[in-house]
């Protein structure tokens, strides 16, 4: 079992900048795939950026050049920093870490999630 706590959250104008935690704990793997999702109201969870478990990292189209995910491993700990924050980036941000034994998945744990407004 992973526990996620994230933090980092809230409200922002057009241009500005948040950082996003997610510290995790539990049964923690070095073959893990680890990063953000978000959901809008009325719209559907999407990856935001993630490390996967084949060590690549990936970022949806929409925020490439503007958010960067990073990791302390040493910590358990991943990171997203958004820059440039426009409102259609306002959505429930999840921490997500899925666990590998070899190829097969584990397990799959979701934080709570943290509201991130951006609005004038």
């Known amino acids: 079992q992973v526990q996620l706590v994230e933090s980092g959250g809230g409200l922002v104008q057009p241009g500005g900048s948040l950082r996003l935690s997610c510290a995790a704990s539990?049964?923690?793997?070095?073959?893990?795939?680890m990063g953000w999702y978000r959901q809008a109201p009325g719209k559907q969870r999407e990856l935001v950026a993630v490390?996967?478990?084949?060590?690549?990292?990936n970022y949806a189209d929409s925020v490439k050049g503007r958010f960067t995910i990073s990791r302390d491993n040493a910590k358990n700990t991943v990171y997203l920093q958004m820059n440039s924050l426009k409102p259609e980036d306002t959505a429930v941000y999840y921490c997500?870490?899925?666990?590998?034994?070899?190829?097969?998945?584990?397990?799959?744990?979701w934080g709570q999630g943290t509201q991130v407004t951006v609005s004038s």
């Open positions: 997500n870490v899925k666990t590998f034994v070899g190829s097969i998945r584990t397990s799959d744990s």
């Open positions: 539990g049964k923690i793997f070095i073959n893990n795939a």
């Open positions: 490390f996967t478990n084949v060590g690549s990292t």
